[in-house]
């Protein structure tokens, strides 16, 4: 069965569009799909490990990490293939690509990965945040940190977990804060490409700008939402993020 690819052609269609028909039509269209001659799975392996091997740890890298998982590499599998693969392609290169594989192979919304995620803050991820919970998909969960002079709030998406395009208004001052604290996430605002976040990273956002933001599809995240003091502040929910939309942002489209 034929593997329908667009990445090429999204990502360089007008820059090198015969490098996007050779990488979309040609490497995943014809020999990814020769699967009578060599399985997915065996051919996520190959790939994995020459990538590893030339140290190219990167969202491409990312990227085969989940095709793998989808064609059945199981989590010690691809802990022994990474193992064996370090001792002829570099002990750093295997470090590496273990940081990635670890979110890759997160048990989505399991006691064990929750509680990995609460190790790497300082905060408490609090309660479902189920006052909120019809303006996201997934589960998220909220700490309130300070409820006075200025509010702070703790707020952590399980893996693939995000919540609506929406927008803040005020007639003076307002807006948000994201100060993200663990995890890997992102944010994106209407219009434009969504910007991947991780710890330490901070995101200002305006009154009056359309935007969502979440975790990644293979991890947990948390930020710190920082309620900007204004006049008649208040926030406006809209359409959900459809996977199309997600995925697309998030470049996990297969």
């Not at 990502?11 to 039509?25: M, R």
């Not at 193992?83 to 750093?92: E, K, L, M, Q």
């Not at 048990?107 to 803050?121: I, V």
């Not at 509010?151 to 804060?177: L, M």
Request: glycine share 10%; hydrophobic share 40%.
């Amino acid at each position: 069965m034929a593997i329908k690819q667009t990445a090429g052609r999204d990502a360089l269609g007008e820059f090198a569009p015969k490098f996007a028909q050779l990488n979309d039509d040609v490497l995943f269209g014809e020999v990814w799909s020769r699967e009578a001659q060599l399985s997915l799975r065996d051919r996520s392996l190959i790939t994995v490990t020459a990538l590893m091997a030339q140290g190219l740890v990167d969202t491409s890298f990312q990227h085969h990490l989940m095709m793998a998982k989808k064609n059945g590499v199981t989590r010690s599998e691809i802990a022994e293939i990474l193992t064996h693969a370090a001792f002829y392609a570099g002990w750093p290169k295997a470090w590496a690509a273990f940081r990635m594989a670890k979110e890759v192979w997160a048990e989505k919304g399991s006691a064990h990965a929750r509680k990995a995620h609460e190790n790497d803050m300082v905060f408490p991820i609090g309660q479902p945040n189920n006052g909120f919970a019809q303006y996201f998909i997934g589960q998220s969960y909220l700490a309130p940190l300070s409820t006075q002079q200025v509010g702070i709030y703790n707020v952590t998406f399980e893996p693939g977990c995000r919540n609506n395009w929406h927008i803040h208004h005020a007639k003076n001052g307002g807006g948000q804060i994201l100060v993200c604290v663990a995890g890997r996430g992102y944010y994106q605002e209407w219009g434009k490409p969504a910007q991947e976040l991780r710890p330490g990273d901070v995101v200002n956002i305006p009154v009056g700008v359309k935007h969502w933001h979440g975790a990644a599809p293979d991890s947990w995240f948390s930020h710190l939402a920082v309620e900007v003091p204004g006049d008649e502040t208040s926030n406006e929910w809209l359409e959900a993020v459809d996977n199309t939309v997600y995925f697309k942002a998030t470049g996990k489209e297969v």
